[in-house]
């Protein structure tokens, strides 16, 4: 079981900055030290679907989504098993709950080392003035 627990979510001006973090723990099946490759974040406002924001692996490649590619960064801290999102320059437009996530590898099988995927509880950017 592996959880994903974040923070750093609240209430900014346009042109603000804010940053979330989001950290996992727990243990699969294979032992009680995680193995995660991708980290990301997605975001879903109201009656949208969710779409991903940034993404970044465990070499620390990265994908940004175009909507946030110079407003945004995405790093990690793999010790930590956490991941972080500095997003600046806001627009009432990335007003969304943001959710991060991690792909976690489980046990070897013998078509390879499976993924899952878990997901963190949500924080809930505004950006309003």
């Known amino acids: 079981q592996v959880q994903l627990v974040e923070s750093g979510g609240g209430l900014v001006q346009p042109g603000g900055s804010l940053r979330l973090s989001c950290a996992a723990s727990?243990?699969?099946?294979?032992?009680?030290?995680?193995?995660?490759?991708?980290m990301g974040w997605y975001r879903q406002a109201p009656g949208k679907e969710r779409e991903m924001v940034a993404t970044?692996?465990?070499?620390?490649?990265?994908n940004y989504a175009d909507s946030v590619k110079g407003r945004f960064t995405i790093s990690r801290d793999n010790p930590k098993n956490t991941v972080y999102l500095q997003m600046n320059s806001l627009k009432p437009e990335d007003t969304a709950v943001y959710y991060c996530n991690a792909d976690v590898l489980g046990p070897f099988t013998g078509a390879g080392y499976p993924t899952y995927t878990y997901w963190g509880q949500g924080a809930q950017v505004t950006v309003s003035s």
């Open positions: 727990g243990s699969t099946a294979s032992g009680s030290i995680l193995t995660i490759d991708t």
């Open positions: 970044i692996t465990s070499t620390r490649n990265i």
